[in-house]
């Protein structure tokens, strides 16, 4: 029986095309040509004026909440689900992360109770777009402008997804995207900053190479310690030759959407997929189920049933106030959070899962339900 992945990515003969013209060729003056064709094409997709190619969407944030001056003594505040990236930069400007509870339905941030966690200390409201569902991007940014809190966006895994006419990571203060071999578009490993802010980017385009700013005369000379977050131009010609594919990339993961909701029609009572309300396009990085309180999921034993038939789970990520890890307060009021993440499941959606492979994993699911 072949192996269902959880995920890989989708290289054609054109990635290969242009990594192979990147590794010829794009050297001494061209060194840099495929990043900025992929600044410049990532900008123009998502509406953006400006984008940064990084080494990392954690590398992103880095930079992108350093330049908000975020530092000791100050507050950020983010949902308890969460993967660590989110976090760690956090911790690394040695900031406190304040952890709040989620929605029930997108799995992201719950703006009431991110007001209720806003103090004088607060500098920084980070929203998350969990598996390309969507923040309540109105809300949260209503109130980061009652506040005078700049809202940003985490689109790691939501490129693809649109909100109320935007598209994910276009709408806040800034956006930060991965390009994992995990994720819709990949560079292997990589990220993106984005904004609409002129100073902000010239701030994160200065602490990016080591501080030293753009229009800079003196030869390796920086003004302020910096970070090295660069991409390299092999990753970014594979990131044009998928970002000339954006479209079929997400629709090919919406499909594999549909065909699980159709195929878990059977537990469709004691089960929910993500949601995607009125408004609002989810990309459905990643095809997850939520089990029902009352159905008492083992998700150790329904893991081991699928490896058993040669299939990927991934788990829903833990509460970070549950890593306790340094840093990361353990202490916190999530009770959804806490629920929500051990009854659920990832569910594999690589692009070239057809209905074939989809059954074989409703399949287990339903099997694993019915005994």
């Known amino acids: 029986m072949s192996r269902i992945y959880y995920t ?49 969407c954690t590398g992103a944030m880095h930079m992108g909440l350093a330049a908000l001056g975020v530092g000791r003594g100050d507050e950020v505040i983010l949902a308890d689900i969460n993967w660590i990236a989110t976090v760690s930069p956090v911790v690394h400007l040695g900031a406190t992360p304040v952890l709040v ?37 109105d809300r949260l940014l209503e109130i980061g402008r009652r506040h005078g809190i700049p809202v940003i966006e985490d689109a790691a895994e939501a490129l693809g997804s649109v909100y109320r006419g935007k598209r994910a990571g276009s709408i806040g203060a800034f956006g930060t995207f991965s390009f994992h071999g995990t994720k819709t578009l990949t560079t292997g490993e990589g990220g993106m900053f984005v904004t609409n802010d002129p100073a902000l980017y010239e701030r994160v385009l200065t602490l990016s190479n080591h501080g030293r ?119 916190v009021d999530t009770p959804v959070a806490h629920s929500v993440s051990p009854r659920a499941i990832n569910l ?12 074989r994993v409703a399949t287990v699911l339903t099997n694993f339900h019915d005994r």
């Open 101 to 137: 509870d989620i929605l029930p339905d997108t799995w992201c941030l719950d703006p009431e109770k991110v007001e209720a966690a806003i103090t004088s200390r607060t500098k920084v409201i980070i929203a998350t777009h969990i598996y390309g569902s969507l923040c309540e991007m």
């Open 213 to 331: 700013a753009r229009g800079e005369t003196r030869q390796f000379w920086s003004e302020r310690v910096g970070f090295k977050y660069k991409m390299s131009n092999i990753q970014a010609a594979i990131g044009c030759a998928q970002l000339e594919r954006i479209e079929e990339l997400v629709e090919k993961k919406r499909h594999i959407f549909a065909l699980y909701k159709v195929a878990l029609a059977p537990l469709a009572s004691v089960t929910r997929m993500n949601v995607e309300h009125a408004g609002t396009t989810n990309s459905y990085w990643m095809p997850t189920l939520v089990f029902d309180q009352q159905a008492g999921l083992d998700r150790d034993a329904l893991l081991r049933m699928f490896k058993e038939e040669n299939i990927d789970g991934r788990v829903f990520f833990w509460p970070l106030s549950k890593l306790g890890v340094e840093g990361v307060p353990t202490d």
């Open 8 to 56: 890989k990515p989708s290289i054609t003969e054109l990635e290969v095309k242009y990594a192979t013209d990147a590794a010829a060729n794009g050297w001494g003056d061209q060194c840099y040509a495929y990043i900025e064709k992929f600044e410049r094409g990532f900008a123009k997709h998502l509406g953006t004026a400006y984008a940064i190619a990084t080494s990392s």
């Open 348 to 359: 594999p959606s690589y692009h070239d899962m057809g209905e074939v492979e989809v059954e």
